[in-house]
């Protein structure tokens, strides 16, 4: 079964960084195209607005409005994917979600929750 784990979120100031970490089980990340999602906390997960995401040949995308700010990475050796989240600012404040997804399937973690206090 395909577990992802986000984790390292928290309460930041505004300009402050965090790195988000997605850990997989049950997947080997590095096949995947992974993306980083973002969400209203309470809203449905599923219609989270892409942040960015990584393919598996290493190719990344990123939406515009965390363009220079937000670096996405992956570390196959630990099954992890990462964003690095610089220059933050109050309107950053989601939960982020991973995903990952192939013509068979789809599967997102639970998220983590960043807050950035103005």
């Known amino acids: 079964q395909v577990q992802l784990v986000e984790s390292g979120g928290g309460l930041v100031q505004a300009g402050g960084t965090l790195r988000l970490s997605c850990t997989a089980s049950g997947s080997d990340l590095r096949n995947y195209a992974v993306g980083w999602y973002r969400q209203t906390p309470g809203l449905e997960r599923e219609k989270s607005e892409l942040?960015?995401?990584?393919?598996?040949?290493?190719?990344?995308e990123y939406a515009e409005f965390v363009k220079g700010r937000f670096i996405i990475s992956r570390d196959n050796a630990k099954n992890t994917v990462y964003l690095q989240m610089n220059s933050l600012k109050s309107e950053d404040t989601f939960v982020y979600y991973c995903?990952?997804?192939?013509?068979?399937?789809?599967?997102w973690g639970k998220g983590t929750l960043v807050t950035v206090a103005s």
């Open positions: 995903r990952i997804w192939s013509v068979t399937m789809d599967y």
């Open positions: 942040v960015a995401y990584i393919t598996s040949g290493g190719t990344t």
